[in-house]
Nanobody
Framework: QLVESGGGLVQPGGSLRLSCAAS????????MGWYRQAPGKQRELVAT?????YANYADSVKGRFTISRDTSTVYLQMNSLKPEDTAVYYC??????WGQGIQVTVSS
């Protein structure tokens, strides 16, 4: 099970930290990822992190977003947010399990 939290409404230039609490599988063995889906668009990769902690980012978020993990939770620190970051953000264990999604809205 994957449960996201931390979304909401933020002004452009602001920050949010998303969390995804994992249970029901051996978390330490899996790469984890964050995806997002904006209205009318396909779901897209935001960032992934391997079991060893190596991170990969979409070009659109490099330098602004940071993915990290601890023993049972994966995080997405989002800084310098832009209106185009508005989307529903999803957590995944990259082998088929997804969270329910959480809304992030960047607007003044």
């Amino acid at each position: 099970q994957l449960v996201e939290s931390g979304g909401g409404l933020v002004q452009p230039g602001g920050s949010l930290r998303l969390s995804c609490a994992a249970s029901g599988f051996t978390f330490s063995m899996y790469a984890m990822g964050w995806y997002r889906q904006a209205p009318g668009k396909q779901r897209e990769l935001v960032a992934t992190i391997t079991s060893d902690g190596y991170a990969n980012y979409a070009d659109s978020v490099k330098g602004r977003f940071t993915i990290s993990r601890d023993t049972s939770t994966v995080y997405l620190q989002m800084n310098s947010l832009k209106p185009e970051d508005t989307a529903v953000y999803y957590c995944t264990n990259t082998v088929g399990s997804w969270g329910q999604g959480i809304q992030v809205t960047v607007s003044s």
